[in-house]
């Protein structure tokens, strides 16, 4: 039975890993922006003024209710490199093409 030593257990880690342990240039590539800009997670609850609006559970009923459907605008771009970053940018509201 062969045993492999400590050193040489290391010596294959690193042979596997190929480089890849440098660091990433894409923000999708790197696990520390996963929750960048990302609301944490939280049991789905609404706040009524009464207790009937309560028995309802109809969200709409609560003055905090904010639905989101409806028309959105958006960018679409064909590469990452080509983003906008919308908290810097100086947008017109119909987002016209440049």
Same mark, same amino acid.
Request: glycine share 6%.
């Given at each position: 039975? =062969?045993? *492999?030593?400590? +050193?040489?257990?290391?010596?294959?880690?690193?042979?596997? %890993?190929?480089? &890849?342990? #440098? +660091?990433? $240039?894409?923000? !999708?590539? =790197?696990?520390?922006?996963?929750? !960048?800009?990302?609301?944490?997670?939280?049991?789905? %609850?609404?706040?009524?003024? =009464?207790?009937?609006?309560?028995?309802?559970?109809?969200?709409? /009923?609560?003055? !905090?209710? &904010?639905?989101?459907?409806?028309? !959105? /605008? %958006?960018?679409?771009?064909?590469?990452? +490199? $080509?983003? *906008? =970053?919308?908290?810097?940018?100086?947008?017109?509201?119909?987002? #016209?093409?440049?």
């Amino acid at each position: 039975m =062969n045993k *492999i030593k400590p +050193a040489g257990l290391l010596a294959m880690l690193c042979v596997g %890993f190929n480089g &890849k342990l #440098s +660091a990433q $240039n894409n923000d !999708w590539e =790197n696990p520390k922006l996963l929750d !960048w800009n990302k609301e944490k997670a939280h049991a789905s %609850f609404m706040l009524y003024d =009464n207790a009937a609006d309560v028995q309802k559970d109809d969200y709409s /009923k609560s003055q !905090w209710h &904010k639905s989101l459907n409806g028309t !959105w /605008k %958006f960018v679409y771009v064909d590469k990452y +490199a $080509n983003r *906008i =970053n919308f908290s810097t940018e100086d947008l017109d509201p119909g987002l #016209s093409k440049k």
